[in-house]
Structure formats: C-alpha cells, structure tokens
C-alpha cells in the first residue's frame, strides 16, 4: 500500500485526495484531508450522519509549526482483530478489532514531517500525533495543540471545569449554550488552577441531540501533559487545551514522539459507552513480565474515621511546630484523638480477618501530620518513620499471623519531588514489613513549583512511581494523580486511582445519587476508580456532630456500586462497628468478587442510572447491581446472559419506604429462584439501588 | 544579663539605647541600634574607623514586613573562646573566639518579633536572622532581605557579575565607580540568568582606599537562597539580593527558623584574609558520628582528554536518539573516540598504582551522553548503566587489586529532580562497586524548572545529597553547586567543590596568572575548591590542533597550586604521558599531602601574590607554596614558622627564562640546606610560581 501510495504522490504531486475508512462493522467512516491552509483535517460520521465536522489537527512548538502548510505524503491502511487477556478487570478477555489508517504529512519551508494514526473501532475512534526526527532537531518544545472536535448541534455535555490541579467537582449536565452558565456555578479549588475561559475536562460525555453518546477522552497518557478542552457554544466547537507548566510550556518533546490518543467512544445505545475496551485497547501491553503478585482486593481503612471529623487527626500531636526528621516525637505530647494507634490498628485487623477483608489501610501512621503547610515547605513526611504509638513491628506481626495486609498510606501533600527523593526507601521499608500496596495522595499544590498536578512533569512522575513500585512489587491505589487513561493495562500494579468526587464528599458536601450515575460513563472509562463504596451509615451526624447532611444514597444502593464502580481494589470505607450493627447487608460485601471475567450492561442512561452484571473471574456466579438517581425506578433486569442451568438469587433492595433522605437504611434481603431468560422487575428506591448475588444451584 | 535588659526595658520603654560589643582584641567596634523607622541598623569600625557606616537590616515577606516598626525589646552578649579539630583542613585545630550580641525586636500591628545574633571576632563579624515563631503563622514567604553593606568611599572591588546559576567568571578589579564597565565585559551563559541591575556574587573582595582588606559573603547556607549583593556606586552601598526561584519567591520558611550568617572577614593584613577561619566557625559542628572512612586524597581523571576536544567524547556512540533505559547499548555502533572504556581506565588505573595516587575519576562511563539536551527532556543519565565498553566488574575488581579507588562521576545535567529519583540507586550502585567518592555535576539550567542552581530549593538539594551520601559514607566533589559556605564542617564528606571558573578553563579561553592569586581570597572562603591543578602540558595545541591558547601557567606554579589551592580532594589533573615526560616535577605531586595541620600566610595581595607554608597532617614536613601574577617577582620566605633545627628544602621552581607564556615547562628543581628563621628569597617567573618541600634532617 505504501509503494501504491508513493507512486500516486509522484503522479499527483501536492493533490493527493482525501482518504477515508470505515470501522469494521461499518458504522463509523472517518474522512482525512489537508484544507486550503495544508493544515490536516478528519471528521467522523456515525450511521451515515456527521458526529464530528471537518476539525483541524495540529500541534504548535517554539520551534516549528505543526498546524500548516502540509500536504499528504502518503497514507497506509490495516485492518487488525486480536484479543489480549488483562491480569484484572470486567473481562478475561478484551478483544481489540479496528481498521488503522496512517496519514503521513510533510511539509517544507521548513522541512516537517507528521504523522497522524487513526485507529477506528466498531464503538469509536482514537489517533494520536506520532512526531519522528525532524530535520534539523530531535527536540520540540510544545505549547499548543490545535485539535478540534467540531460537533453538530448544540448537544448536551456532561462536564466538569477545566482545571490543571484537580478533577474532584460535581458533574453538570448541560448543553453547549448553557455550559458558561453551568461553570458558574463552581467554586475554585484554593490550591488548584481552573483552566482560563470556557474548558472542560476529559473524560467528557456528550449526548448528540439525535441520541448518541459519545465519551470523549485519551488513552496512553505517558510523558506529554494532561488534554483540557476548549469550548466554543456558538459553533459547538472544541479543541486541545493542554495543561501547561507553571511557566507556560505543556511539553518538552524527544523525537521520535506518540502523543497520547485521542479518543471518541460513540453510539446510540448509552450501555455501549460503559462496555467500551477502546481506551484499554489503545494502551500499550503489559510491560510488568511477572503479574503473579498482582493481587486485587478488598480492604478497609483507618481513615473514615479521621476523614469525617469529630476531633480525630491524622496528628499524632498537636504540636504543629513539629518537624518530621528533625523532632524527636517520642517526647511530644500525643494528642490522644489519634486513630492510627496499635490498638485501634488491631482492632480493623481482627474485624478484617474475622470477615475475609484482605487488608487495611491505615492513614497518619507517619511523621509529618502535625501541619499542613504542603507548598509552604519543601520538605513534609517522612515514609519510613512510624509515629510513636503505631507500633510497626508489632502491627506487621499481627496482620501477618491473622492473614491480613496492611496497606501503606503516602501522603506526599502534594511534594512529588520530596516524594521522588524518598521513594525507594519508602517501597524498601515497606517491602521490609511486609506492605505490599500503596495509597498515594497529593493534596495540596505541587513542589516542584513549576508544575501542576497533570503537567507534563507530573504524568512522568506519576509513571515512574508506578514502575518503581512494580520493581518492588507494590501495587498502587494513586489519588489526586492526574485522571486514568487506560495506562493499567500497561502497568497493572496499577489496581485504581481517585481522580474524580469520591465517596470521601459524602462528608464534605455530599454526593448527589446521580453522581454515581454519571462517573461510570465518564471517569471510569480511563480505570478504576477507587471509589470507596460500603458506606452503611450516611448520616454524617453520626459521626461529627457538626455535620448534618448525610450521603446521597441508600444501604442497599452502596451494595449495588461494588458492581456499578468495579475496581481490583475496593474498599469496605465504613467503621467496622458500622458493619456489626448490619451484619445481612455486610455479607453481600464479604461475598462480592472484586475480579470479573464477564460484564454486561443491562440498562443505562448517564446520569440516570445504570444496571450491570458481572460473572466472578472465580467461580460461575454473578452479581448484579443496579442504581438510580434520586427518582424510584423500575430496574429491568434481562437474565438471558445466564447459560442454562436453575439459579438463586439473593437480592439486596431498598425496602418499599426506603429513600436516600429519609430512610436510607431501610432494606429487605430476599432470596428467589431464577432461570436464563428471566427478567426480572427489581424497584429501586430514590437515591437507592440493588445487589444481586446469582448462584447456581 | 537577660534579666538587666529586662528591667532596663520596663523603664525606658520604647527607648532602649543602641548597643555595642567589641571584638576580643578590641580591633572592631559594632553598633547597633533602631532608626527613626524602627529599621534596626548596625555599623561597624576596625581600628577606630568606620568600615561600615550605619546600615540596615530586615527581611520582606508576603505575609509581613520585618523591616520597620520594630523597638529593641532586650539584649544578651557572650563571649565565647573554644576551639574545635577538623576532619581535615588547613589546620589541625582552630579557635573559635568571638564575642556574641543578641538582639530581640518587637513590633506591634501587627506583631512580629526578630532576633539578630552578633558574633564578633578579631578577624571580623558574623550575623544572622533569627526568626521565631510569629504571632498566627508559622510560615512565611520570603520576597526580599534587606540587610545593607555600607561602605565608606569608592573602594576597589574584586567581583564577579551576580548571577543566579552560574560563578565560572573571571574577576573584575574595579572599584564602586568602575563596576557598571567592568560588568559589561561580562557576557552571559546561554543557560544561566544573570540578575538584574548592578549585581555581584560573594564571595567579594573589597580593599578600602584606608588599605583595609574585606571578605563579605556568608557562612552555613542551608534551607534559604544564596545571596548576592547589590551594588549601589553612588552611594558606596550594597545591599543582599537573594536568589529567587523563577516564580519570583526567595524562600518559604517554617519557624522557627535561623538565616545563613552574613559575614566581613576585614583586615588591614591581606594575610589574615586568607587564615581566617571566621565562615567554617560559623557553621555548625561535625554532624557525621563517625567520620573514618573520610579520607582526602589525590586523584586523576579520565577527563581532561575528553575535556580538550579532540575528537574524544564522553559519549560511546554517536546516535543522538539513543534514550537510556529504552535503548538497547549493546547494539548501538561505538564511535571509537569514547576514553571512558575498560583498556584506557586500566592504563589510568596502572599509572594511579604506580606513582601512588589514591583515586581514579571516570566520566562518561554511564548511559545518557549521546546528545545534550538537558532542560529539554525530564530524564537524561542513568546511574547505575555503565556503557558497553566500561567493564565495570572487571575495572572494580582490577582497582582493588591495584589499590586504586575508582572515583564515580554523577552529571546530572543539571536535572536535579531525576537526579533525587536515582539517588539511593546511584549510591548502593556505587557502594556494590567499591566506590567510595563521587563527583557530581549540573551543567545546563535546572529542573526542577521552577529552579535556579541556587534557589532555595536547590540549596536544599545540595544538602540532601550531602547527607544521603554520608549514609552510603560517599565522599562527594560537587561541581555547577550553590558556591559553598562552609557547610564541609558540619558534612565533611563534602570534600570538594568547583563553584568557580576552575583550572578547566585553560582549554575554553584560558585563566590568567592573577586567577589563582585572587580565588583563594574570594570562592576558597567557602571551602575547597575542586581546582584541578597540575598541568603540566599547558600548550592547548598538544591536546587539540583547534585550539591555540595556552595555560595562564609555568610547570613549577601548577605544583605551587597543591599549598595555595588546598583541598582535600586534589586532582593530578593531567594526562599520565605528560607526567611521565616529567618524571621528576611529577614527583611533588606524588609527595605533596592533601592534608594539613598547620598553615602559615607569609605573603599576599589579592590578584598579585600569595606565599603559603603548610605543615603535613601526617608528619613534620613543611611545604611552601608562592605564586605570583603575569609579572616576574621574588618571594620573600620567613621560615621562622619552622621549629629548631636543620632542614632540607627541595625547591621546584621557575627557570631563569621561564615565562608562562613562551616557556612554561622551564622549572628547576635544586635541594639547600635551609634553618629556621632564614629568609629565602625565591624567584618567580612571569606567571610562575615555586614549590619547596621542607624536610627536617
């Protein structure tokens, strides 16, 4: 094809015509030309009408222009179906079936060369800039990136603001005219940069005014900075906003480069949205040779305990002049509000062991916590020095002898170069006692000061504490790291990240029900997300008496998002005394798998809700879970996925008066007889939600 | 004394009167008081005149200013005489003698509180900021300090431009009036930012138009930018600059926190400029437990033939798009001009054993050499992936069978950040290969990006290796660091620095004699210097048909450079054919010691002359070192320093003819008997210099 190719631009010199492709199932067609400006153009049609219009492609460097003057120098097309097996995830197998066309752009005057490779699936589309030698140069410093995304029509868009520090917000459901007005209504961050003008961030979801949806993200994010978008309501138009360091430079390149990928998930059927492999797909293999370490799990926390307040710290002392490496704190007064104490430590290690939980985390084990002056100082925790009352060597005798992990909790207040500095002894002390996964948190704003929390800089950081954490064996759960984009494929030591409101705004403002509605079709098409579902008491006075809003959600809704928010590492986030005061309800979350070999989505409507089915990577049975925004519903729930065969179902629902606001804890546990085929009419309660555990019998 | 001030306080109220200590000889008077503006204000006299006319003191934060409204609210003095052993140095114990002045100021709206500490010695005065915990806030943001130098005429001055990456400039001698000229001749480092305005480094030397001699620079920078001064010609005045990061703040500190000491070594004897230990008794003591395995020591470099051109190259191949850690070394095509490789290390390794040289340097032994694209990309070098062609099994095991120390080189291309990532690696690497010294390097500007060489959080780097390197008990050479304050007492594994326009420079335009005749004034007050003397080729042509300079040198000065350029890691800085043309110059560097226990300055004058007589650390041999500028002269040599008794002096020294520009390799080597109390009267030729080796008989 190439030679064909290199012929045909000897005959027709600059006028090589447009080239096109269709995906294999023939439902996308994908047009690339060069405009009048040479600058290369692509557009995407879905089912014979246009989803995106002519849009430029393009990248601006100090050094050359990459947005014009280019004509097409020749093209190359494939076809490609293959499958690969993750070491975790909603699948066994994942199959990765596209036609590839690669357009090579050249230009001169002064001589470039760029290359753009479209990947075109049956549910969308990703390309990527791949950037080789340049003439002249191995070295290009990025500043802009031009490409655009140019819709239809004035569609609904589910966003959040765009931001270079943070992606914890509510998600708006809006349209292109009414986004200015929506953004309004955001607070900033006080140690976050929120993007300039009208920017909203990816993963974004947009629902065409004819019906489809399309997920609009990256895949592959690896040493180029993290993608904003721009957006014009007046030509319903979008384009790259790269986050740029603080002095004003997204990326500093070495040819040859691969930009991230651009990614569009599209169809007219939202539950298409939610099983899409393609960011997976356009990430690179497994780079980790032995994964037999790789573990997923569930864990519970010495964390929501401090995190909701009433006077418990992460301090071991109130001594704020303290200084980690520098105090000895064996002679500050402890505070005595200071959860992460052996006791306390033993006590969620006995609840863990006696209900199969695999590990606990423990948060403010560490020096480090007597301020937070993240930003204000260059140096804050120290990794590998207990505070006095967390008896390390004890504690790792004890979660040994009853089979459970203990989790290591780096909070790096948002220092990922002191983080850098101590990371090796960090995994090594871990290693040493016995840690084998991470909670990794940048709160706060980042050292070095140049950069943002999805700068270039910190995507590189972010990937090195990954592979360094895969040398020791150490997998990972990274919040505040800029949002996933399928790199778990790559690196799945990489079980989840935060990177999006999670279950912690519970406490801190709330989550409305729909909120959960909408993560799945947006933040989660780039990984799991370490949610923490499993709270049973949601009313926040409960645990702080200054507090009294309560959670978005019912008891049995929380069951249901172990299946609806999947993670290799979920978390049982309530308090073990919590759990005993529900004993029914908590076996769902001691039964629940947290490895799945199949998914099917039943039912779903972004925003609205979502059912979901899942068959345990482990054994036969299957779970499904079901939710709904703060609107009771009707979840139809199709078994024909069943193979043939008589099953039980054990059902956790909302009793008839459950309600998120009034009656959260009102469920019923039932169990019934169900066969292939069956469908079943489950109602959910406002806010509410159900699990479904299906054995064979 | 405390309790005096106290009551005298509740009496006068706001009134306190102005304070003064004297040094204990009585030479320096120091005042100190609070202007009109409540701006505390200090002067100093030596021998009944003023030195420095009043001047103020302050530091400007975000948060608040601590330069006004402030009353002496009490005051405390001390005098101190205690004396202290060096793990190495000029000395073998040094005095430290001084009388302290401790002044606390108060201010109210807000409140603030600032102490200033005062030490007085006879060889000048040491003072700092001491700032305690402020009324709300423990953290503060340090913009500017004002602290003044006002000097009394239009005085001469020995400086460099003030610049915030780089101190490799030749000396201005100027006076206040001439400076604005003399910086201009200055021309700037691609990668380096010079400061604004009229802005010189310090160590500067100033010799009054009384014929007073000042060194003004400060002791123990740690945790705060270095300073540069501002130069006001009108008005004889400097003020501090601090370096600040490029986002515009100098520091952020937490209290409480104590400033590095801003220091004036002054005399009207050019002498005792060079004797003092005034910046070393300002740091703080050894923090190192056990501090045997720090050994100075002489070394030679696999180096300087890469240095001088010639074709040769640090680099093993020349594809420039080799990445290390993604491609593959073993496959590159060597490009055959790559020193660093088993069989030339070998003949380094030989010569080393043979003529009892301790150390061996090695650079370019390592990935990451291929280009040089430091700033442009995030990761460049790695430390623990010898090249192909360095055997470093074989070359660990032969060095040892030798005896010889392999010396590890770190260019870090200035990427400090990736440079913390691989710390521990690059250490436990050196450590699993009997490495025990490292010479560390930052060429090129700074990442992190937020960053200049010497930022605030670059000083702290330096540290952090420091102390990261003394947990591997590594020596360290640090080269392109923040200039050094005499922090090598507190870490006396820190052995060595450039922080200068080193011997290097005889190869990229040439040093002239009055070079090393004004360093030892200025950037040796600091610490050691990483000179690289011992040159004995100095025609540039012999390494590289190019280049037609030559040294600034005779042959007899380069061994001069052992007494007037100590430093406990001292190179033999030339190739081993070239010493072995030499043989009998060559054997003074194989005697000279790289450790003292005594040292006597017997003549000086800056950017002229100086003549030094050392007393070995390990015996009771003497050795003398003078040099001279670019005009012949005779060195007086008083050597009534030696005790009773008869001696023999083996003198290296100039030729008649020599000239350090037509006949440089013109030396003589002649043994006398010689006693105390003689004078010798020693010739030197333009540029030339001699060296005496005293041995008692």
């Known amino acids: 094809m190439k030679n064909i190719m290199s012929l045909l631009l000897l005959a027709t010199a600059m006028e090589m015509a447009a080239v096109s492709i269709t995906s294999p199932n023939g439902a996308f067609l994908l047009n690339v030309d060069v405009n009048a400006e040479g600058t290369p153009v692509y557009s995407l049609d879905y089912k014979g009408k246009p989803v995106i219009k002519s849009s430029r492609l393009g990248i601006v460097t100090k050094e050359t222009d990459f947005t014009k003057g280019f004509h097409i120098a020749g093209t190359d097309t494939a076809t490609v179906d293959r499958s690969w097996e993750p070491v975790w995830g909603e699948y066994s197998t994942v199959r990765d079936h596209f036609r590839e066309l690669t357009v090579d752009l050249k230009a001169e005057h002064p001589e470039r060369a760029l290359t753009v490779r479209f990947r075109l699936f049956d549910d969308g589309l990703g390309f990527r800039y791949e950037m080789p030698v340049q003439n002249g140069s191995n070295y290009l410093t990025v500043t802009d990136e031009i490409t655009e995304f140019n819709y239809t029509d004035n569609h609904k868009l589910y966003a959040i603001p765009g931001d270079y520090d943070t992606d914890e917000y509510l998600w708006s459901e809006t349209t292109f005219s ?98 899409s492999q393609l960011v997976l797909n356009l990430n690179e293999p497994c780079k980790i040779e032995d994964t037999s370490w790789i573990k997923p799990m569930k864990f519970m926390g010495v964390w929501w305990e401090m995190f909701t307040g009433n006077q418990k710290t992460w301090a071991y002392s109130d001594d704020h002049l303290a200084k980690p490496g520098v105090t000895d704190y064996s002679k500050l007064t402890p505070n005595g509000r200071h959860p992460a104490n052996t006791e306390n430590v033993k006590r969620y290690i006995d609840f863990a062991a006696a209900n199969g939980i695999d590990g606990v985390l423990v948060e403010g084990w560490n020096e480090g916590w007597e301020d937070w002056a993240s930003y204000r100082k260059n140096r804050q925790f120290l990794f590998d020095k207990p505070y006095p009352d967390f008896d390390l060597p004890a504690l790792r005798d004890y979660a040994k002898e009853k089979g459970v992990k203990l989790i290591m909790h780096h909070e790096t207040a948002a220092n990922a170069a002191d983080y850098e500095l101590q990371l090796d002894r960090a995994f090594q002390f871990m290693k040493d006692n016995n840690y084998d996964a991470v909670k990794t948190g940048y709160v706060g704003a980042i050292i070095p000061r140049s950069e943002h929390h999805t700068s270039q800089w910190m995507v590189d950081h972010a990937r090195h504490v990954i592979e360094r954490a895969a040398d020791y064996q150490i997998m990972v759960d990274s919040h505040e790291a800029p949002r996933p984009t399928g790199l778990c494929r ?39 997300m370490d949610y923490t579902p499993g709270l049973f008491e949601t009313r926040m006075s409960y645990y702080n008496e200054g507090k009294d809003s309560q959670a978005g959600t019912t008891l049995a809704r929380q069951l249901a998002l172990y299946m609806t928010m999947p993670s290799p590492m979920q978390m049982a986030c309530d ?122 019998l």
């Open 490 to 528: 790559t690196y799945p030591n990489w079980l989840a990240q935060e990177s999006a409101r999670g279950g912690e705004f519970e406490s801190m403002g709330g989550n409305p029900p729909s909120h959960t509605c909408i993560l799945p079709f947006t933040r989660l098409k780039g990984g799991p």
């Open 178 to 275: 009414g986004l200015e007005d929506a953004l309004k209504n955001y607070h900033r961050h006080s140690e976050a940069q929120r993007a300039e003008g009208l920017t909203v961030q990816t993963p974004l979801l947009i629902k065409t005014t004819d019906g489809v949806y399309i997920n609009a993200h990256e895949a592959a994010l690896d040493g180029y900075p993290a993608m904003l978008l721009d957006v014009d309501p007046a030509t319903y138009s979008m384009k790259s906003h790269l986050v740029p360091d603080r002095l004003g430079v997204s990326a500093y390149l070495q040819m040859p480069f691969n930009t991230p990928w651009r990614t569009l998930i599209a169809s007219d059927d939202a539950r298409d949205i939610l099983s």
């Open 575 to 696: 308090l073990p005394e919590n759990y005993e005061r529900f004993p029914d309800a908590f076996q769902f979350i001691k039964d629940v798998p947290v490895d799945w070999s199949d998914s099917r989505y039943l039912e779903a409507e972004p925003n609205r809700y979502i059912t979901v089915a899942r068959r345990d990577k482990h054994s036969d049975d299957w779970y499904v879970g079901a939710i709904t925004d703060e609107n009771a519903r009707v979840a139809e729930i199709d078994l024909s996925f069943l193979p043939d065969g008589k099953y039980e179902a054990k059902i956790y629902e909302d009793a008839p008066d459950a309600h998120w606001k009034d009656n959260p804890q009102a469920y019923r546990i039932r169990t019934v007889k169900v066969k292939p085929g069956q469908k079943l009419r489950q109602p959910l309660a406002p806010g509410g939600g159900a699990a479904i555990q299906i054995r064979k």
